[in-house]
């Protein structure tokens, strides 16, 4: 037989979100170069790594350059100093985890995308929409089924579990792997205790396992009382250590979009079988994976201490702000959203205003998300994000970040209070 490829990869759909953002935007700036554009669509951070944590990274440099204190290979697993960081910051959320159940990554969506591989091909995969990309796209490059669970306006794009589909014979048929993100990307809505454990339920009847997304915990808000407060952490749940993966990342949390690292959670009691997934995960990783560097290591471990958490904490409120001074904006042309509160993403809805020729009133009519985004490109030189290209619920959408600076996010803010009003 000869070489086939992988022919799941052409049930793919056309990757093109970001792509036909940036060209529409460079087409827009070619023919308008006088006009200044906002970007409000990026993902990425902007504001630079804390001294801390660049000191450790120096401190780490120059270990590797001295015989006496040079590291080659590494645990797989990570060097116990951050699996005990890591550690440390779950039990301020009343988490007690042991140090073998951590496995450091090199950022979530190595993680996200690999985890699979300790599941059966078979197993089915439920994802909410709209979604982050890399879960529905990597289970479609494994051939595995995908469902949906639509995040609306009506559930306040914190869906529950969804009623089950039917075989032929019409007995119900429940997912096996089950992607929640929350704080969630896009939509930014976060679930509450009492939501999330709705979720953990419904997988503990059904056999399901969690596959839980806390990339965007940092940007809780601890005040937040209503449904019990939003849960860091998935295990913060009764019973979810028995049918919950959690996968978490420093990229936003501390700036590390571009050193790369994070971390995910097995719990021991979380068995299939009568096997540890935990034992399984550990024999992927130590096969395929050599482990984040030392030095990006003992950067991660500086997130964890005292000093670092503070300088952490400090970019994490200038986000916020930014993300305040957006949804205050939508507050006063009252556009409905979600996020901004928890999470470093908006969600509006596409209701762009048209004046009424005869009476020269105005109203917001609603659109979809790539005429909206014209329509902002166009008369605002905003750019955001369609929420279509996160999935078909997503229609009607667009997303706007609060990774920008503060003078961008405040001209951005002023514009469109001016455009919607
Ligand atoms: N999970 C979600 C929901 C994300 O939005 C992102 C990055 O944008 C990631 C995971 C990936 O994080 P990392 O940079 O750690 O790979």
């Known amino acids: ?54 000191e450790a990274m120096v401190h780490a440099s120059e270990e590797m350059g001295d015989s006496a204190t040079f590291r080659g290979y590494g645990p797989e697993q990570g060097y116990p100093f951050l699996r005990e960081a890591v550690r440390g910051y779950y039990r301020r959320s009343g988490v007690e985890l042991d140090v073998d159940e951590i496995f450091i990554s090199d950022g979530a969506k190595s993680d996200l995308g690999n985890i699979g591989d300790i599941f059966d091909p078979a197993c089915s995969v439920l994802v909410t929409d709209p979604v982050y990309p890399v879960y529905l796209d990597t289970s479609i490059m494994s051939g595995r089924k995908v469902s949906y669970a639509a995040a609306t306006r009506e559930n306040h794009f914190r869906p529950a579990p969804p009623d089950p589909e039917r075989d032929a014979d019409g007995n119900p048929v429940y997912p096996d792997l089950i992607f929640l993100c929350s704080p969630n990307n896009p939509t930014g809505a976060a679930m509450n205790r009492k939501e999330l454990s ?89 096969t395929r994976f050599n482990g984040a560097s030392y030095i990006t290591q003992r950067a991660a471990e500086a997130v964890f201490t ?77 750019v955001g994000t369609p929420g279509s290209g996160f999935g078909t619920a997503g229609e009607g959408y667009i997303r706007l970040t609060a990774f920008s600076t503060r003078e961008k996010t405040e001209t951005a803010a002023e514009r469109l209070l001016k455009y919607f009003r």
Not at 29 to 42: C, Q, T, W, Y
Not at 351 to 367: D, F, H, I, Y
Request: charged fraction near 25%; hydrophobic fraction near 35%; charge should be negative.
């Open 1 to 54: 037989m000869a070489a086939k490829v992988n022919h799941n990869f052409s049930m793919l759909s056309e990757s093109y979100l970001f792509s036909e953002v940036a060209r529409r935007v460079a087409a827009f700036e070619k023919a308008h170069p006088e006009r200044e554009i906002i970007r409000m669509g990026i993902g990425d951070v902007t504001r630079p790594l804390p001294p801390v944590i660049v």
């Open 198 to 286: 709705d979720w953990v339920c419904y997988a503990k009847e059904h056999g399901s396992v969690i596959l839980f997304d806390a990339a965007y915990e940092c940007f809780i808000d601890e005040t937040e009382t209503e449904g019990g407060g939003i849960p860091h952490s998935i295990y913060e749940i009764p019973g979810a250590k028995s049918c919950a993966i959690e996968f978490c990342s420093l990229s936003k949390k501390a700036g590390f979009t571009g050193l790369r690292c994070g971390y995910t959670v097995i719990p021991k009691e979380l068995r299939l079988d009568g096997i540890s997934l935990r034992d399984l995960w550990f024999r992927r990783q130590s």
């Open 306 to 382: 005292e000093e670092g958490e503070k300088a952490v904490q400090e970019n994490l409120r200038y986000y916020r702000e930014n993300a305040a001074i957006l949804a205050g904006m939508l507050d006063d042309c009252g556009i409905y959203y979600t996020g901004g509160k928890h999470s470093p993403y908006i969600w509006m809805e596409c209701r762009p205003p048209v004046k009424m020729a005869a009476s020269g009133s105005q109203e917001n009519l609603p659109c979809t998300s790539w005429d909206f985004f014209d329509r902002l490109l166009q008369e605002v030189g905003v």
